[in-house]
């Protein structure tokens, strides 16, 4: 399967909404609005393409970003500098083909040689294990916790040493 990997272009972002919501609670729900700010103020916005098809995005951002998100703010706490993986989804059709771990080594490669760290996420109440195996396999590891919305959600904060 020939994938191509590339920016987000502005006709991308209800495709993106779409893959985005069908994966909540795994993500946070999002709006067009959010979408179009992800994509003027990312520091990474990538999307992964079969036949003109949207099959995955990523979405990045790096230390100092006007970005509210507690997880995010988390980090930046933490630590001075940093790429962060606010999201990342494949279309059902596209699992299994490692397009989530090309979006995350594009990632990567764009970020500059001085960046140590990778961050993200993954929720464990509700738990995702598919996405904390996924995480543990590209070299992730816990570093702390973070519980939300009345203790309901709590997330796993992961780093990766780039």
């Not at 700010?37 to 100092?64: K, M, P, S, T």
């Not at 790429?83 to 059902?92: C, F, I, T």
């Not at 203790?151 to 780093?159: N, W």
Request: net charge negative; aromatic share 12%; glycine share 6%.
């Amino acid at each position: 399967m020939e994938i191509e990997i590339s920016r987000v272009l502005s006709s991308d972002l209800v495709a993106i909404l779409s893959l985005n919501e069908s994966e909540v609670p795994g993500l946070g729900s999002a709006d067009l609005d959010l979408m179009q700010w992800f994509a003027d103020n990312a520091a990474y916005f990538g999307v992964a393409r079969h036949e003109q098809r949207l099959a995955a995005f990523l979405i990045g951002l790096r230390a100092g970003t006007d970005y509210a998100s507690p997880n995010y703010r988390w980090f930046c706490d933490r630590y001075d500098d940093f790429a962060y993986v606010d999201r990342v989804a494949v279309a059902k059709g596209y699992r299994r083909h490692r397009l989530a771990s090309r979006l995350y080594e594009d990632f990567a490669e764009s970020v500059p040689k001085s960046i140590e760290f990778m961050t993200c996420e993954v929720n464990t109440k509700p738990p995702n294990e598919g996405s904390m195996r996924f995480h543990a396999k590209l070299g992730f590891e816990q570093v702390g916790s973070l519980a939300s919305e009345n203790r309901s959600k709590q997330v796993a904060m992961l780093v990766r040493k780039l």
